[in-house]
């Protein structure tokens, strides 16, 4: 079913779209500006794009508190601190671009230094300026001749899967939930079955299509089963998934970037329509750094 399909089913979650959606080059070290939550699947794509990309010097990063409130996404110290600009909140960076906007205050936020203004709060966007700037290192994750097949993988994801969990967390009415629970395991099916032939989603080494998806992946065990009630399966029962999982953590930098404390405590305090008494739980046990153990054919 198209989103818009899924949309109109009565009680469905909607996201809505990122509205600051301009195109930067990345050309000058210190200009542009990283504020992020770990907690966040979107901000976490970005982290990581970030990191691969080694762009540590020439883009900053800020941390925001995984602890969300009324009035948004905040520095609250320590290491939640925004020494670039010494915001507070990151409504601050939202009324500063824009005075008076009163839409959505999320998280991820590429903020110009120079200008005073967000450049792009959109993740999927903001990955692919990290990818191309002249400023990175790293291998090239979206590759002229796989986009085709990036962006289709892409866009299954995205709405069974990335935003899927959302659907199944936040529906408001039975048909709804259970349209977007069949819709998101039978991509799991789909993806345990894909990754028990290739290694990564679109070949042999990883493309943003695997990076846009593990911090999904990494959430699952720990919060969409139990909080969003995606628990027709575990990830750990999917042997394929669950090892790809493990060999994208354990890839070089990628496992500071999984913050697990802070993400338990951001979905279980933050949503209280879900979660009323807030009480985090305290499993499940889960070891990333088992060994993985695919069976993967000779290429
Ligand atoms: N499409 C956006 C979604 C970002 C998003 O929804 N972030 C959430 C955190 S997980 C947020 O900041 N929510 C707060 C709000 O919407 O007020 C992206 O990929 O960057």
Redesign the pocket.
């Known amino acids: 079913m198209s989103p818009l399909a899924q949309a109109a089913l009565p009680g469905a979650f909607e996201?809505s779209?990122?509205v600051f959606r301009e195109q930067a080059q990345i050309v000058t070290p210190g200009r542009y500006h990283l504020y992020v939550?770990s907690?966040?699947?979107?901000?976490h794509r970005t982290i990581i794009v970030h990191k691969l990309k080694g762009l540590e010097q020439a883009v900053g990063i800020s941390y925001l508190d995984p602890i969300?409130d009324e009035r948004?996404?905040a520095f609250t110290g320590g290491r939640y601190e925004d020494p670039v600009e010494g915001m507070a909140f990151l409504a601050e960076a939202y009324e500063r671009s824009r005075p008076g906007y009163d839409g959505?205050?999320?998280?991820?936020v590429l903020w110009d230094r120079q200008e005073q203004r967000i450049v792009n709060?959109?993740?999927?966007e903001?990955i692919r300026m990290f990818n191309s700037s002249p400023l990175a290192g790293g291998p090239d994750l979206y590759p002229e001749p796989l986009r085709e097949k990036i962006d289709a993988i892409n866009r299954r994801i995205y709405e069974t899967v990335n935003d899927g969990v959302y659907r199944c967390g936040f529906a408001r009415r039975q048909h709804a939930y259970e349209h977007a629970v069949l819709a998101l395991f039978d991509s799991l099916d789909w993806l345990d079955e894909l990754l028990g032939k290739r290694r990564y989603l679109a070949g042999e080494q990883p493309t943003e299509a695997d990076w846009r998806l593990f911090p999904t992946l990494v959430r699952f065990d720990p919060v969409y089963v139990g909080h969003f009630k995606c628990n027709l399966r575990r990830l750990i029962d999917y042997r394929n998934l669950w090892s790809y999982t493990r060999e994208l953590y354990q890839r070089p930098g990628v496992s500071e970037t999984v913050a697990l404390d802070e993400i338990k405590r951001h979905y279980y305090m933050t949503h209280s329509s879900i979660n009323p008494t807030r009480i985090v739980p305290l499993g499940p046990l889960i070891d990333f750094d088992a060994p993985p153990d695919r069976t993967l054919p000779a290429i």
């Open positions: 996201r779209q990122s939550a907690a966040c699947p979107w901000c969300r948004g996404w959505r205050l999320s998280a991820p709060n959109e993740s999927s903001i």
